[in-house]
Nanobody, 126 residues
Framework: QVQLVESGGGLVQAGGSLRISCAASGRTFSSSPMAWFRQAPRKEREFVAAINWSGGYTVYADSVKGRFAISRDNAKNTVSLQMNSLKAEDTAVYYC???????????????????WGQGTQVTVSS
């Protein structure tokens, strides 16, 4: 059974930093792109960042570019999101996602990610 489990969410003040991680089990995603999405209350789930299989290519939403950094450790089957200069509007549930297609490029297409975690809450207080 494939599982993606997020961790590291919490409450942080505006301007602060937080690192969230996602651990995959049940299969390896070392050859597939992985991504982070987020969903704020009463809003659609939106793309945040994606990374290709090797970690050599990343894509970011304009709203987080320059503040967030996605990375992965294929040996540990994990993906992380370092979030800096956090703003109140970054408050959301953050979801880890994994594409099942080997060697696909990193992308923001939600429907192409076959596996999802349960989410971790990130709250930024102003």
């Amino acid at each position: 059974q494939v599982q993606l489990v997020e961790s590291g969410g919490g409450l942080v003040q505006a301007g602060g930093s937080l690192r969230i991680s996602c651990a995959a089990s049940g299969r390896t995603f070392s050859s597939s792109p992985m991504a982070w999405f987020r969903q704020a209350p009463r809003k659609e789930r939106e793309f945040v960042a994606a990374i290709n299989w090797s970690g050599g290519y990343t894509v970011y939403a304009d709203s987080v570019k320059g503040r967030f950094a996605i990375s992965r450790d294929n040996a540990k089957n994990t993906v992380s999101l370092q979030m800096n200069s956090l703003k109140a509007e970054d408050t959301a549930v953050y979801y880890c996602a994994a594409d099942s297609r080997p060697y696909a490029s990193a992308h923001s297409q939600r429907e192409q990610y076959a596996y999802w975690g349960q989410g971790t809450q990130v709250t930024v207080s102003s």
